[in-house]
C-alpha cells in the first residue's frame, strides 16, 4: 500500500527538520560556550588557590570551578535522562490472553507496514493511542512502540470501526515518509523535556549551596545564567513546536487515508462523528458515581452503564441507529460549536472533524465491512470490563467499605436525575446553553404576534443563539490575545490569518457583530415571551407564569452580585495556603470578619430557601448550619485550627455552588411552566385529530 504524501506535508516536514538542526545548532553553540566557560573558571579556581593559599581563597577557588561545572552539568544533565510515561492506569494484555484482537493487530500491522507494538495495553477512557519511553539517544535510535486500547472506545464501536481506529495510528508510522513526522514528534517532546525538566538539576544545586555560604553565592549565580539558557531553549522549543504543530495536522489527515485504505472511509468517519456522545456518555457515568462517593457506592461495570447512557442520550435527540449503535450525522455533530477562531499554534495539530469527514468522503474508499460489535473481539469482554471497573474504582478514597449500585438502581437514578437537570427537548436545545435575555417586563413589546411556536424555537433561531455565543467566547480570547494573557503569535478568525498585533482591530467587527446578533436574540426572546403570556392568559395561569419569569429575572441581575461575594471570600481568605506571619494572620481574620458575616447571612438563605429543601443532603445542611451559627476561631496560640477551616472553606464552595444552582433550578421552574403551558396547547388538536 503506497500513500503519495501531499505537497504541504513534504513543506511542513521539511520546514520542521529545518527548526530540529537550528536547535542543534544552537545547542551545540552553547554546548562550546559551557565547556570554555568550565574551562575558564575551574583554570581560575586553581590559580587563585596556588597564587595565594588560604582559607577564604580555597572556597572562593572551589565556587568558581563549580559555577562552570554547575553550568555545563546543566547541558548535559538531558543526555542520560529518561522519559517513562506512567502506566499505573493500564492494563498489560498478550497474545494469549486476546488472540483475536492480537490477530486484528497483526493484520494492521502489516497493512501499514511497520512493526507490532512492544506491549499492548488496555485503559479506562473512549481513546487509543500509541506511545513510547524516549531520551536523547532515541533522536538516533529506534524506539518500539506501545499502543493503548481504551475499554471506553472497544464498547462504542464495530470491529470495522476499531480496525480504522488503529490503523489511523499506525497510520502515523507508515512508509518512510511518514515517519518524518513521527521523527519530528519524537524530538519534539524530548525538546520538551529538557527545557522544562530541572528539578534534579536544582535539587543538585541547592544541595551543594547548604554545604557553604561561600558556594551558595556561586550557586545562586549559577541559577542565574541557567535561566539565562533556559529563556534561548524555551525560544527554541517554541520555534520547533509552531513547525511541528503544523506538520501534524496534515500527518492527522495521511494518517486518516492510511486507516481508510485498509478500513474504509465509512468505518473512520462515523466513529469519528461517534466519539464525543461516547466520550460524553462515559464522562455521564463518572460524574453519576463522583455524587456517589459520600454514599460509598461504586459501579460493578461501568462500561454496561456508559453503553445505556450513550442509548438513552441518542433516543433523546433522536439519533438514527445502525449495527446497534447510534449514527451521529455531520450537521448535529457541529451545531453547537460555532467558533470562527482557530489559534494555529496551540491546538491546530489536531483538524477539525468536519475538516476529517470532508476529506474521507472525498477519498470515497469502499471496504467489506465487519459489523458485529467489537467487543466481540475479546475472550470475555464483560469480565474484562469488570475487571478494568474494580481498578478505576480502587483509586477512590471511600470514608467506609463500598457496595455496587445495581444496574436497574442506575438506570432509574440516572434518568431521573437527567430528567431534573435538562430542558424540555421541544425547545430545540434553544436553552441549553442560554437563558431568556433581560428586559423589561412590562414595557416591552411583541415585533410579530403571529409567529407559532416552531418559529419562535426553529433551526434558525437556535443556530442565531449559539453563534451568539460562539461570538461572544471568540471576543473574549481575542481581548486575551490583545492584552498578551495568551502568548500567540498568529491565529485564524473566519478564515483569514492575523498577526497577535492584530488582534485589537478585529474586537470593534466582532462587538459590532455581537450587538447585532443580540438584537435579533433578544427580539425573538420578546416576542417567546409575549406568546407564552398570552397562553398563560388562555390557560388561566397568568399571575404564575408572570411570577416565575420576574423571579428569575430578578436573580440574574442580583447573580452578578452575589458571585462577586464568592470572589471576594476567596481572595480574602487566600492567605491561608500561603506562609503568613502570625501577626498579620490575626490581623487578617479580623479584617474580614464583615465579609465572613456576610457569607452566613446568604447561607441562612440559602438553607430557609424551599428550592433546596431536596437539593442538601442531610450532613450537608448540619454542616452548614453550624457555621451560620457559630462566631468559630481560626487561629490561636500561634496554630490554625483546622477543623474550622474546614467548615469555613466548605461554607464559601457551596455558597458558590448553590448560586449557579439556584440559577438553574429556577430557570427550570419558568422553562418547565413553558413547556405545560404550550403541551396544554397542543393537546386539544391532538384530540381532536
Known amino acids: 500500500m503506497l500513500i503519495q504524501t501531499s505537497n504541504d506535508f513534504r513543506k511542513k516536514g521539511q520546514a520542521a527538520i529545518f527548526s530540529i538542526i537550528l536547535f542543534v545548532i544552537v545547542y551545540i553553540l552553547l554546548f562550546i560556550s559551557a565547556i570554555a566557560l568550565t574551562a575558564a573558571c575551574v583554570t581560575g579556581g586553581i590559580m587563585l588557590i596556588a597564587a595565594k593559599p588560604m582559607f577564604f581563597t580555597l572556597m572562593i577557588g572551589l565556587g568558581l570551578a563549580s559555577f562552570g561545572l554547575l553550568i555545563f552539568y546543566f547541558l548535559i544533565k538531558f543526555l542520560f535522562k529518561k522519559h517513562i510515561n506512567d502506566r499505573s492506569y493500564l492494563t498489560e494484555i498478550t497474545q494469549k490472553d486476546e488472540p483475536e484482537l492480537f490477530a486484528m493487530i497483526s493484520e494492521i500491522v502489516k497493512e501499514t507496514e511497520t512493526d507490532f507494538p512492544k506491549k499492548v495495553y488496555l485503559s479506562y477512557d473512549v481513546n487509543a493511542s500509541v506511545f513510547y519511553d524516549s531520551n536523547f539517544w532515541s533522536m538516533f535510535l529506534p524506539i518500539k512502540k506501545n499502543l493503548t486500547i481504551g475499554i471506553g472506545l472497544v464498547n462504542v464501536c464495530t470491529k470495522q470501526e476499531l480496525k480504522a481506529i488503529l490503523a489511523h495510528e499506525f497510520g502515523h508510522f507508515s512508509q518512510r515518509s511518514m515517519k518524518v513526522g513521527s521523527y519530528v514528534y519524537n524530538v519534539n517532546q524530548i525538546i520538551f523535556n529538557l527545557v522544562n525538566d530541572d528539578e534534579s538539576y536544582r535539587n543538585t544545586i541547592q544541595s551543594w549551596a547548604s554545604a557553604s555560604g561561600y558556594f551558595a553565592i556561586f550557586a545562586e549565580l549559577a541559577l542565574k545564567f541557567t535561566r539565562g539558557i533556559q529563556w534561548i531553549l524555551a525560544k527554541m522549543y517554541s520555534y520547533v513546536n509552531i513547525r511541528h504543530m503544523a506538520l501534524s495536522r496534515e500527518m492527522e489527515f495521511h494518517a486518516d487515508e492510511v486507516a481508510a485504505n ?32 459520600q454514599e460509598n457506592k461504586a459501579s460493578k461495570n461501568i462500561y454496561k452503564e456508559q453503553a445505556f447512557v450513550m442509548g438513552f442520550l441518542a433516543k433523546e435527540s433522536e439519533l438514527e441507529m445502525k449495527h446497534d449503535l447510534p449514527v451521529v450525522k455531520l450537521e448535529e455533530a457541529g451545531i453547537f460549536n460555532k467558533s470562527k477562531l482557530n489559534i494555529e499554534n496551540q491546538w491546530a495539530s489536531h483538524p477539525s472533524t468536519e475538516d476529517r ?5 472525498k477519498l470515497n474508499i469502499q471496504k467489506e465491512s465487519d459489523n458485529v460489535p467489537a467487543r466481540s473481539l475479546f475472550k470475555n469482554f464483560e469480565q474484562t470490563e469488570e475487571k478494568l471497573t474494580q481498578k478505576l474504582f480502587s483509586n477512590v478514597q471511600y470514608e467506609s467499605e463500598r457496595s455496587n449500585l445495581e444496574f436497574d438502581h ?15 427537548k421541544i425547545f430545540n436545545n434553544y436553552y441549553d446553553n442560554k437563558s431568556p435575555d433581560r428586559f423589561d417586563l412590562e414595557t416591552s413589546n411583541p415585533s410579530n404576534e403571529n409567529l407559532s411556536f416552531e418559529e419562535l424555537f426553529g433551526k434558525d433561531k437556535v443556530e442565531i443563539a449559539y453563534n451568539l455565543i460562539a461570538l461572544e467566547n471568540d471576543k473574549s480570547t481575542i481581548e486575551a490575545i490583545s492584552k498578551k494573557e495568551l502568548d500567540i503569535k498568529t491565529f ?33 426572546d420578546i416576542n417567546i415571551y409575549h406568546y407564552f403570556l398570552k397562553l398563560s392568559k388562555d390557560q388561566n395561569s397568568e399571575y404564575e407564569f408572570r411570577t416565575r419569569y420576574s423571579d428569575f429575572a430578578n436573580y440574574e441581575k442580583s447573580y452578578e452580585d452575589r458571585f462577586k461575594l464568592y470572589l471576594e471570600l476567596n481572595e480574602a481568605f487566600s492567605f491561608v495556603s500561603i506562609t503568613t506571619p502570625f501577626d498579620q494572620i490575626k490581623k487578617n481574620f479580623r479584617k474580614h470578619q464583615p465579609l465572613e458575616s456576610k457569607l452566613k447571612e446568604e447561607i441562612k438563605q440559602i438553607l430557609a430557601d424551599p428550592n433546596f429543601e431536596t437539593e442538601i443532603t442531610e450532613q450537608s445542611r448540619k454542616d452548614l448550619d453550624y457555621y451560620s451559627k457559630n462566631d468559630l476561631i481560626y487561629f490561636n496560640n500561634n496554630e490554625y485550627f483546622n477543623d474550622n477551616l474546614q467548615h469555613l472553606f466548605f461554607a464559601i464552595n457551596n455558597y458558590q455552588y448553590y448560586l449557579g444552582r439556584n440559577f438553574f433550578l429556577l430557570k427550570k421552574k419558568l422553562i418547565d411552566q413553558m413547556s405545560g403551558l404550550e403541551k396544554k396547547r397542543v393537546q386539544p388538536e391532538i384530540s381532536s385529530l
Open 410 to 424: 442506575f438506570k432509574e437514578e440516572f434518568e431521573a436525575n437527567y430528567n431534573k437537570d435538562t430542558f424540555d
Open 262 to 293: 485498509i478500513a474504509g472511509s465509512i468505518a473512520l468517519e462515523e466513529s469519528l462523528l461517534r466519539m464525543d456522545l461516547a466520550d460524553n456518555s462515559y464522562n455521564n457515568v463518572l460524574n453519576f458515581y463522583d455524587a456517589k462517593i
Open 357 to 361: 469527514v470532508a476529506r474521507l468522503r
Open 492 to 524: 485564524d478568525y473566519d478564515g483569514t490569518k492575523y498577526k497577535a498585533s492584530e488582534a485589537k482591530n478585529l474586537i470593534p467587527k466582532l462587538e459590532s457583530e455581537i450587538a447585532s446578533l443580540k438584537e435579533e436574540v433578544t427580539e425573538n
